[in-house]
C-alpha cells in the first residue's frame, strides 16, 4: 500500500466527505475507488485506440460477406 499526498480544493473536500459519509465508506475509500474507476476509463480508451489502430477494411468486409442475406426477423425492423 502507497500514501499519496492530495491537495484538494475545499469543495471538492466537501463533497468527498458527503458522499464518503452516504455511501459508508471513508473518504480515502472513496478517492481510491474514484482513481480506480478513472484508470480503467483510460486503459479501455487506449485499448480500443490500439485495436482501431489493426483495423483493416478488408477484413471487415470480409466477415461481413460471411453474414447470411436474409430478411430482419418480424420486430427487427428500423420504423
Known sequence: ????SLRLPQSIHQNA???????GISVNQLAATALA???AALAA???IAQRGQRASAEKY???????????AAPGDVLP
Not at 500500500?1 to 499519496?4: A, C, F, K
Not at 468486409?61 to 430478411?71: E, S, T
Open 61 to 71: 468486409a470480409a466477415a461481413l460477406d460471411l453474414v447470411p442475406d436474409v430478411p
Open 37 to 39: 474507476e478513472k484508470l
Open 45 to 47: 480508451e487506449d485499448y
Open 17 to 23: 466527505k458527503l458522499y464518503a459519509q452516504r455511501e
Open 1 to 4: 500500500m502507497s500514501i499519496l
